[in-house]
């Protein structure tokens, strides 16, 4: 975008700085890479790839990456880096899919389906359609077509979930590409102007709930004016018994281990309610701040992994407050208080120092005994 905004020759600065945006979603997460892509794409188009060009992309991307990979270098924590940020995500991400081919199906049929539920995505798709016929005889159209190409490989990347997170980061190629195509149709073919605005707005009408849209809107409002409590609100997000995430459940959670725990105790959460940690502004008593990959058996294998890794973390900083999480993974893979009570060694641990604690809805919580009034 940094090379958007003007026609004049950018100087070699502006590519690094693009290469380094680049570089920083890379070091973020890594199937931010392809942006690289479409980075090079867009400059073939507009017929600026020279080698300087392409040199100076490539330096500024890979400077905050230097940063990052010295920063835990110095730590001694390369290994660790690499292996929660690229070989679990690939992991996690491979298990979606049944091989190549699934892979691909996804990756050309979900768009579509997200036109049909989604008006950004259908305002999106429809102008990578006009702009891919505009294109033969203007190349430099395609540009938003190689950044919305590049984001659902992005998505594809994370897997196959459909985890509304995931398309977050289509959102402004969609509106570009959506944009262009509408600013083509009314000042290029004015014949088609009103049936194309017709077919949009139909399109849109269909797609869109406006109802919900009215609705949460409404709701919204009201708890920015103090009509609505707290509880109330976080209760709209998640529910405790059907789904791993709860606003409501992880803000009860981190208000008990606030009160049953010291700042300078670290407690333990083992599910999907991280967020806890953050609210309650404790830190946790293993590195394993999520569940799944203990559940999975990833690295298992190695020291610092699997079940003996965290009973290793957790006997070198014993939790004031233990919390299993009753609903999260299941039918994926085991729920984390099920997993967890059935495996003996971490069964064992935790019912040799730690007893019952009534708790939240939604997760088993657990305190030292000495700590029990």
């Known amino acids: 975008m940094l090379l958007a905004g003007t026609r004049r020759k950018p100087t070699a ?40 060009a392409a040199l100076a992309l490539a330096a500024g ?10 920063w835990f270098a110095a730590g001694g924590a390369l290994r660790a880096l690499y292996d929660a940020t690229i070989a679990y995500n690939l992991r996690y991400s491979g298990e979606t899919y049944a091989g190549p081919l699934h892979a691909v199906s996804y990756l050309v049929t979900f768009p579509v389906r997200h036109a049909r539920v989604d008006a950004l995505w259908l305002l999106g798709c429809g102008g990578c359609a006009v ?26 990347i994370n897997g196959s979930r459909d985890l509304p997170q995931y398309f977050v980061q289509a959102a402004p190629a969609l509106a570009l590409a959506g944009a262009w195509a509408a600013s083509l149709l009314w000042t290029r073919w ?3 102007n009103l049936a194309a605005v017709v077919l949009v707005a139909v399109g849109v009408w269909r797609v869109n709930d406006f109802v919900k849209l009215v609705d949460n809107t409404w709701r919204d409002a009201r708890y920015m004016a103090g009509q609505v409590t707290p509880a109330d609100h976080l209760a709209r997000y998640g ?33 999907f309610s991280s967020g806890a940690y953050v609210e309650a502004d404790r830190a946790s008593a293993s590195r394993f701040f ?27 900083h014993p939790p004031a407050i233990v919390a299993l999480q009753q609903r999260d993974w299941f039918p994926d893979v085991d729920d984390s208080a099920h997993f967890f009570m059935g495996n003996l ?10 007893e019952p604690l009534d708790g939240p809805a939604g997760f088993d919580v657990w305190v030292r005994r000495q700590d029990r009034p």
Do not use: H
Not at 14 to 28: E, I, Q, T
Not at 291 to 296: A, D, E, G, L, Y
Not at 345 to 354: D, F, Q, T
């Open 290 to 316: 999520w569940s799944r990959p203990v559940i999975v058996g990833f690295n298992q294998d190695r020291p610092g992994y699997g079940v003996s890794g965290l009973l290793e973390d957790l006997r070198r």
């Open 190 to 192: 004015r014949l088609v």
């Open 131 to 156: 702009l891919l016929v505009a294109a033969a005889r203007t190349r430099d159209r395609l540009m938003p077509v190689a950044w919305v190409a590049a984001a659902c490989l992005s998505i594809a």
């Open 61 to 70: 991307f890979i400077l905050p990456l230097a940063v990052m990979v010295a």
């Open 13 to 52: 600065w502006r590519f690094a700085a693009a290469g380094a945006l680049v570089g920083v979603a890379f070091a973020f997460k890594y199937n931010a890479a392809v942006y690289g892509a479409a980075a090079l794409v867009t400059l073939l188009l507009w017929k600026r790839l020279t080698r300087s």
């Open 239 to 271: 529910d405790r018994t059907t789904r791993k995430y709860s606003a409501l459940a992880m803000s009860e959670l981190a208000a008990v281990l606030k009160a049953r725990s010291t700042p300078n105790e670290r407690v333990f959460v083992f599910g």
């Open 345 to 354: 060694p971490l069964a064992g641990w935790l019912r040799a120092s730690y």
